[in-house]
């Protein structure tokens, strides 16, 4: 039935061979056909692109089968591409929409689909629903035509995305000072779409640029899987100290995200990287627009806000949410707790490529090394903590839920509970301005528990705390 293939927080995933196989993806692949048709843009074409996982470039050309089989014009990557790249190309390209072959963060036994607009942003929830409303029951539904038929017929091309990506960002950041500052900057690829990036666009300077996990292996050694944050990131922390690093950045499977590390081996938090992003565009580059923000993300945000007077946004979790509110404020920046963050100027889409280099903008306009930077960024908005849990859920949600709601604490972690918020899971805000979320993993089978506080020696005990409020200690 074609309620099997349901979009959560970031598009369709599952796992491959028992969820995700090729019939399922080219049922999806049909419903988002019939909604480009829906929607005029079925001349203009689709891009599709794909990840380094196993069997994405056949994932993508079975997608590409069905597009044209409907008559979709396809133009498609002819290698793994970056997300923000794929995003990027359909603004250049002028298309009406994109999928991309990936799981992004998911484990090595999963893959995912992905879809985009005209912009190169998330479509949004109700866009969301109605290709799912399109996807057919059965493969009888499906309308395929073989690859090289298609190519033939000029319905599919096979482009290389990168050219006109690299030459946007010439509007975005002047990378001869980055080139020019002799820095070593490690680079963890994560084994995905990020390899090669960083050397590429920092060659022929002093800097000097060392990559790990920069080649394809599906199963991703060394980590649990290619998410930017600890125990996945511990690998390149060390790659840090022992090269004499100045920095280490981080990119996730399909380089969307971006991590960061400090020149001691030091892991710097999704949080504070969205602070000190912020930060260097209000503080450094002098420029003003609004804000856009998960609820589960930093309040440091809420704060640079009121210093620097600009508007701040709070959206449900995902960009499907982000990206609307990003694009309707035209905002300077949007992102979320996992790493993904959007600029003015590009796509309404996160780019772990352009992250990582305004990052290593930041250091090179202030002459600051990465933990001197957490440090002027808690001189301005105060020291933040944070921390989460996520443990796999299964039962009743809806019951899991009531445990929650019925929980009503007084105090978390010893700190004052001064109001509830329900508009994506159960965020409850602390005394101290801080929060405790407890939300459903829109992509996974997991229960996410994320605080953020002000206070470094309660951090453990509201997480503990958040636990016992879900039922799960």
Same mark, same amino acid.
């Given at each position: 039935?074609?309620?099997?293939?349901?979009?959560?927080?970031?598009?369709?995933?599952?796992?491959?061979?028992?969820?995700?196989?090729?019939?399922?993806?080219?049922?999806?692949?049909?419903?988002?056909?019939?909604?480009?048709?829906?929607?005029?843009?079925?001349?203009?074409?689709?891009?599709?692109?794909?990840?380094?996982?196993?069997?994405?470039?056949?994932?993508?050309?079975?997608?590409?089968?069905?597009?044209?089989?409907?008559?979709?014009?396809?133009?498609?990557?002819?290698?793994?591409?970056?997300?923000?790249?794929?995003?990027?190309?359909?603004?250049?390209?002028?298309?009406?929409?994109?999928?991309?072959?990936?799981?992004?963060?998911?484990?090595?036994?999963?893959?995912?689909?992905?879809?985009?607009?005209?912009?190169?942003?998330?479509?949004?929830?109700?866009?969301?629903?109605?290709?799912?409303?399109?996807?057919?029951?059965?493969?009888?539904?499906?309308?395929?035509?073989?690859?090289?038929?298609?190519?033939?017929?000029?319905?599919?091309?096979?482009?290389?995305?990168?050219?006109?990506?690299?030459?946007?960002?010439?509007?975005?950041?002047?990378?001869?000072?980055?080139?020019?500052?002799?820095?070593?900057?490690?680079?963890?690829?994560?084994?995905?779409?990020?390899?090669?990036?960083?050397?590429?666009?920092?060659?022929?300077?002093?800097?000097?640029?060392?990559?790990?996990?920069?080649?394809?292996?599906?199963?991703?050694?060394?980590?649990?899987?290619?998410?930017?944050?600890?125990?996945?990131?511990?690998?390149?922390?060390?790659?840090?100290?022992?090269?004499?690093?100045?920095?280490?950045?981080?990119?996730?499977?399909?380089?969307?995200?971006?991590?960061?590390?400090?020149?001691?081996?030091?892991?710097?938090?999704?949080?504070?990287?969205?602070?000190?992003?912020?930060?260097?565009?209000?503080?450094?580059?002098?420029?003003?627009?609004?804000?856009?923000?998960?609820?589960?993300?930093?309040?440091?945000?809420?704060?640079?806000?009121?210093?620097?007077?600009?508007?701040?946004? $709070? !959206?449900?979790? #995902? =960009? &499907? %949410?982000?990206?609307?509110?990003?694009?309707?404020?035209?905002?300077?920046?949007? *992102?979320? +707790?996992?790493?993904?963050?959007?600029?003015?100027?590009?796509?309404?889409?996160?780019?772990?490529?352009?992250?990582?280099?305004?990052?290593?903008?930041?250091?090179?306009?202030?002459?600051?090394?990465?933990?001197?930077?957490?440090?002027?960024?808690?001189?301005?908005?105060?020291?933040?903590?944070?921390?989460?849990?996520?443990?796999?859920?299964?039962?009743?949600?809806?019951?899991?839920?009531?445990?929650?709601?019925?929980?009503?604490?007084?105090?978390?972690?010893?700190?004052?509970?001064?109001?509830? $918020? !329900?508009?994506? #899971? =159960? &965020? %409850?805000?602390?005394?101290?301005?801080?929060?405790?979320?407890?939300?459903?993993? *829109?992509? +996974?089978?997991?229960?996410?528990?994320?605080?953020?506080?002000?206070?470094?020696?309660?951090?453990?005990?509201?997480?503990?705390?958040?636990?016992?409020?879900?039922?799960?200690?």
């Amino acid at each position: 039935m074609a309620k099997d293939i349901i979009f959560g927080t970031d598009g369709w995933r599952g796992e491959i061979a028992r969820d995700y196989t090729f019939a399922t993806l080219q049922r999806a692949a049909q419903g988002f056909a019939s909604y480009m048709k829906q929607q005029g843009k079925a001349e203009v074409g689709v891009v599709v692109g794909h990840d380094k996982r196993f069997h994405s470039e056949n994932f993508a050309a079975a997608v590409a089968e069905v597009l044209a089989g409907n008559g979709v014009r396809v133009y498609l990557t002819q290698e793994a591409t970056p997300t923000p790249v794929i995003s990027y190309a359909v603004v250049s390209l002028r298309a009406g929409g994109a999928v991309n072959i990936t799981a992004s963060h998911n484990p090595p036994t999963d893959n995912g689909f992905k879809v985009r607009d005209e912009t190169g942003g998330a479509i949004d929830p109700e866009g969301l629903a109605q290709i799912e409303a399109a996807i057919p029951d059965g493969a009888d539904g499906v309308q395929r035509m073989p690859l090289q038929e298609a190519l033939d017929a000029g319905l599919v091309t096979i482009f290389d995305a990168a050219p006109a990506y690299i030459e946007h960002l010439k509007d975005l950041i002047d990378l001869q000072p980055i080139k020019d500052a002799g820095l070593t900057v490690m680079v963890d690829a994560m084994w995905g779409n990020g390899a090669g990036w960083f050397p590429r666009l920092l060659e022929g300077g002093k800097t000097r640029v060392v990559e790990i996990h920069n080649e394809r292996n599906p199963i991703f050694p060394e980590m649990l899987r290619p998410e930017p944050i600890r125990p996945n990131v511990d690998a390149g922390l060390k790659a840090t100290v022992d090269n004499h690093a100045d920095v280490l950045l981080i990119t996730d499977g399909d380089a969307d995200r971006v991590g960061l590390g400090d020149e001691n081996g030091v892991f710097i938090d999704q949080l504070r990287a969205f602070g000190l992003l912020a930060y260097y565009l209000l503080e450094v580059r002098g420029e003003r627009g609004d804000i856009v923000k998960t609820l589960s993300t930093t309040t440091m945000l809420n704060k640079l806000g009121k210093i620097y007077d600009v508007p701040v946004h $709070e !959206t449900g979790v #995902g =960009f &499907k %949410f982000v990206a609307p509110k990003f694009s309707e404020t035209n905002a300077l920046i949007g *992102g979320e +707790e996992s790493g993904g963050y959007a600029f003015r100027g590009n796509v309404p889409e996160r780019d772990g490529i352009l992250g990582g280099l305004y990052f290593l903008d930041l250091m090179v306009k202030t002459g600051k090394k990465p933990s001197e930077l957490v440090e002027w960024l808690f001189e301005k908005v105060g020291a933040h903590y944070y921390d989460r849990i996520d443990t796999l859920f299964s039962g009743d949600r809806a019951a899991r839920e009531e445990t929650i709601l019925n929980a009503d604490p007084e105090t978390i972690g010893g700190l004052r509970v001064t109001g509830l $918020e !329900t508009v994506d #899971g =159960f &965020k %409850f805000n602390l005394e101290d301005g801080g929060w405790l979320l407890i939300r459903f993993s *829109g992509t +996974e089978p997991k229960l996410r528990v994320y605080t953020e506080t002000t206070h470094e020696d309660k951090l453990q005990a509201i997480l503990q705390d958040g636990l016992k409020v879900a039922g799960l200690a």
